[in-house]
Every structure is written in structure tokens, then in C-alpha cells.
């Protein structure tokens, strides 16, 4: 949109917060076409998933009375955890088909339709629709998420100095979305205003839960209806393979028996006994790291680095993603939900973290262009990431001091969205684009598959963190926040001291 035409505040705010299709984006210079189609499909894809992420654990919880599922807060931590784990873990197997069967392009087209089916099936009230629901979410998730990333890689070579600039401005694009969902879903599911309106016009406002939800799947079908009409104009990563061999099965094979192994490591370390199960998720990578370095292969080399950045980024997501669960709580329970004295759902906070990412965003993009080849090495900006994000826990522990006296002020969670945007702009955009620059030839969908898998494994932690939250006892919500912000400050001291080993090995060096 042009910044000379006249407009009106709402057309002004979108030319603020949305590129041109063409040329100079927000005026960071030239980028490929193709982003812009990208750009908007995920916005859209973004719209449908956080829209429903804003209301899921609290739809979970709530009472069966006022329209919910009743669930007790730790099973509802599970099942957010699981479905989150899910979500990511199906990216392995959805890259591996997108490399070997039937493109990127196809994937994301065949998933993003899968998802809307999702979405249609979570806004039809009963519980067997609820799990189907989410079912179909995880599925068409998996097949979509990593290979628009891989779309994206392929519109830059992988020495254009644009890639990471290129990557925040999708990231942008993901965040309007993740802005503008909860707002319309949030008002759907909890404004009394709405309710009222669906009393009114002879509808049940106890089920105000399920239009959000379908609210969130017209946006997934946006998304596709938007993909499908200039896909024809983006471009496939690699070749695709055509193999038939035993040798095809076999991969095929190996792909599902980690995929199913992952999954019911998921579901049996909730069961009580098998607690100790959950090790493995930290012991699993640290295994792939430890074979990758020490194999004299630049590829392996190369995978043992993709290991050290998803350690990183699984315990950035473990504590990041309580926005979903323990910080979607507090603003619901121990929260003042008003702004000069007009209520406002709770749900809308869940907005706060993507607006800052779109005010920040041209900042961060513009930095990283200015530095060009002198900006910080990707594991540098990885510790950075860490260490924002630990500052805006350590700022929830007077919060949750305060509550012990009654609801406390929504500044002090905006401030904590602030820090940890900072914190996921060092961080989320960067690994997309190291992933796809160090990915070895033919392996870019995969790669980009360890890469979510890294936020399925934090995205389990943290529903299992978030079933732990109590309203009940403020010291013991302190020290839990006081706990995860010095696990964060602890991973971004290893992450600097290792970045020198990280970078050699990101080279194929030893």
C-alpha cells in the first residue's frame, strides 16, 4: 500500500503493519515476490491457530455451566501440552513427504485444508468433535507449517544477506495474525456483549466458545483460498524424489517409528511412574549432538549444530509458551481485565505479545540489515533471545507477590509480553532462516521438521508447567516464575559460551 494515498485510520493502520506486494517492504529494500504470497497465506494460517490457542485451555477449564468442559487445571495443562507437542511433531513426517512425495507446495495446500476441517469440527459443541478437532489441527499442522518455512528459504540463495531480514518480515506477517485472533475470537467466546446478542437472537450464549472457534477456521480458509490462487508462482526447495527402493520404504519406515515412538513417549510420560520419562527429551538431542560432532562428515557436522539450536529452542518455547497456559490463567484469575475502567475479555492479552512483535519487527529487520556481515552470529543472537525472555519472567515475580492482595495491574503482564518479544525476535525468525541455510542438500523439509520438533518437545514441558498453576498459594506461583527465569538466564550463558564451537560446526567444520 502506498503511504501517499489518503486514508482513513483503519486502511492507515493496515499500510502501517502490511507490505506492498511489490518492492521495497517497509522500506528495508527489494525483496522476492514470492514473500508477499507467503506473507499473507501464514497471517491467515497464524489468524486461525492463535485465534483458537487464546481459548483452549480456558474453554477447557471452565465450568460445563458456563458452556466449557470442566476439566481440573492439571488435566487441561495435559492436554494443551500433548496437542501442542503434536502440533510440531507431525512437521517431521509433513517435511519428509514434502521432500520425498509431493512437494512443499502440495504440503502446505493438502495440510492448510485439513486444518480449516479442524477448526469447523472444534465449533460443533461436543466433546468427541473437541478431540476429532484438534486431531485434524495436529495432522494438517504438521504437513503445513514446515514447508512454508522451506518456501520461504527458497526464495533467497543462502548467502543473500536479505535472508534474515526477509525471515522477520514473514514473522511479522505471522504475528498480524496472531494479533488480530484473539481480539475476534476472544470477543466471540467472552464478551457478554456477544452473549447477549446470541440471547437475543434465540442462541444458546453459554455456547459462545464454538463461534470463536468457526471463527478461527474462516480464517485457515482464507489462508488457502489466498495460497491457491499464486502458487503456481512460488518455487519447490530441492527435487523432489520419486523413489520407489526398498531404500525409500525404509526411511519411510524410520519416519514413522519415531514419529509414533515421540508421540507415545508424550502420552506415557503424563502416567504416573513413567514421570522419569520425560528425561528424554532433553537426553534424545544431546545423543544427536554428541554423534554429529564427532562424525568426520560436514553434513553431520551441520545436524550436530541444528541439535545445539534446538536445545536452545526448546526451553525458549518451554517457558515462552506459557502464554497459552500459567500466563493465560493469571490474566483470567489474578488479572485487573479493564482499561479506563471498561472490561475487556481476558483473552484479549494473548494480542499483546504479536503487536509488539509488529512495532519491533522493522527495528530488528532494519538492525540486521544495516550490520549486514558484521551483525551477531546466530547462536549469539539465540543467548539473547534467552536472556530477554528470563528478564520477563524474573519481572512476574513481584506479580504474583501482589496478587496475594488482589488482582494486580495488566502493565505488569504487557511488560512481561515486551521482554519476551524482544526475546522471540533474537530467536524464533533467526532459526527459521539458520535452519534453512545450514540444512543439508535434499534436506530442508526435515530439517525445518527438527526445527518445530524442537518447539513440540518445549511445547509438552509447557503444559506440563502450566497443569501446576495455582491461584491458591502466591509464594508458590513466585518461585515458580523465579525457577524458569533462572533455568532461561543459565541456557543463554551456555549458549554464548558455546557459540564460537556452534558456528565452526554450522560451516560443516569440525
Request: aromatic letters at 14%; hydrophobic letters at 50%.
Amino acid at each position: 500500500m502506498s503511504s501517499h494515498n489518503n486514508q482513513g485510520a483503519p486502511a492507515g493502520f493496515l499500510a502501517s503493519i502490511l507490505p506492498a506486494a511489490r518492492g521495497s517492504w517497509l522500506g528495508l529494500g527489494s525483496h522476492p515476490q514470492g514473500l508477499s504470497t507467503l506473507y499473507f497465506t501464514e497471517l491467515w494460517e497464524r489468524f486461525s491457530y492463535y485465534g483458537m490457542r487464546a481459548l483452549l485451555v480456558l474453554f477447557m477449564v471452565a465450568p460445563v455451566s458456563q458452556g466449557g468442559l470442566g476439566f481440573p487445571t492439571p488435566s487441561a495443562g495435559s492436554i494443551y501440552g500433548t496437542y501442542g507437542m503434536a502440533v510440531y511433531l507431525l512437521a517431521l513426517p509433513g517435511g519428509f513427504i514434502a521432500d520425498r512425495i509431493i512437494g512443499a507446495k502440495r504440503s502446505v495446500l493438502i495440510g492448510g485444508t485439513t486444518i480449516a476441517a479442524g477448526h469447523y469440527a472444534l465449533a460443533w459443541p461436543s466433546l468427541t468433535t473437541f478431540y476429532i478437532g484438534l486431531a485434524l489441527i495436529a495432522i494438517g499442522t504438521g504437513l503445513f507449517k514446515p514447508n512454508i518455512s522451506a518456501l520461504v528459504g527458497a526464495l533467497y540463495s543462502r548467502d543473500d544477506d536479505r535472508r534474515d531480514a526477509g525471515f522477520s518480515l514473514f514473522y511479522m506477517g505471522i504475528n498480524v495474525g496472531a494479533f488480530l485472533a484473539p481480539l475476534v475470537t476472544g470477543f466471540l467466546a467472552q464478551s457478554s456483549v456477544f452473549k447477549d446478542w446470541l440471547s437475543a437472537m434465540g442462541f444458546d450464549p453459554t455456547q459462545s466458545w464454538h463461534w470463536g472457534f468457526g471463527a478461527a477456521g474462516v480464517g485457515m480458509t482464507i489462508s488457502m483460498v489466498l495460497f491457491a490462487r499464486n502458487m503456481r508462482h512460488l518455487k519447490d526447495p530441492g527435487v523432489v524424489a520419486s523413489e520407489t527402493s526398498s531404500s525409500f520404504r525404509q526411511q519411510a519406515g524410520y519416519m514413522a517409528a519415531v514419529t509414533l515412538g515421540l508421540l507415545a513417549l508424550a502420552f506415557l510420560s503424563d502416567v504416573n511412574g513413567f514421570r522419569w520419562l520425560r528425561w528424554f527429551f532433553i537426553i534424545i538431542p544431546l545423543v544427536g549432538i554428541a554423534y554429529g560432532a564427532t562424525r568426520q562428515n560436514a553434513d553431520a557436522h551441520r545436524m550436530a549444530a541444528v541439535g545445539v539450536y534446538f536445545l536452545a529452542a526448546m526451553i525458549f518455547w518451554a517457558i515462552f509458551e506459557q502464554a497459552g497456559t500459567t500466563l493465560s490463567l493469571f490474566a483470567d484469575t489474578l488479572t485487573r481485565n479493564e482499561f479506563v475502567g471498561m472490561p475487556f475479555p481476558s483473552s484479549w492479552f494473548q494480542s499483546a505479545n504479536p503487536i509488539f512483535v509488529i512495532m519491533l519487527t522493522p527495528f530488528v529487520a532494519a538492525l540486521w540489515m544495516r550490520l549486514g556481515a558484521h551483525q551477531p552470529s546466530s547462536p549469539v543472537k539465540f543467548g539473547l533471545g534467552l536472556t530477554f525472555l528470563a528478564a520477563s519472567f524474573l519481572l512476574m515475580v513481584p506479580a504474583a507477590n501482589y496478587a496475594a492482595d488482589g488482582r494486580v495491574s495488566p502493565m505488569w503482564l504487557l511488560g512481561l509480553y515486551f521482554l519476551f518479544t524482544v526475546g522471540e525476535l533474537m530467536l524464533s525468525p533467526v532459526g527459521l532462516s539458520t535452519m534453512t541455510r545450514i540444512a543439508p542438500q535434499k534436506m530442508s523439509g526435515q530439517v525445518l521438521g527438527l526445527w518445530f520438533l524442537a518447539t513440540a518437545f518445549g511445547d509438552k514441558i509447557a503444559g506440563d508447567i502450566g497443569g501446576a498453576f495455582t491461584t491458591s498459594d502466591p509464594d508458590a506461583l513466585a518461585l515458580s516464575f523465579l525457577a524458569q527465569a533462572g533455568l532461561v538466564a543459565a541456557a543463554a550463558a551456555l549458549m554464548f559460551a558455546v557459540a564460537p564451537i556452534v558456528r565452526r560446526l554450522s560451516e560443516g567444520e569440525s
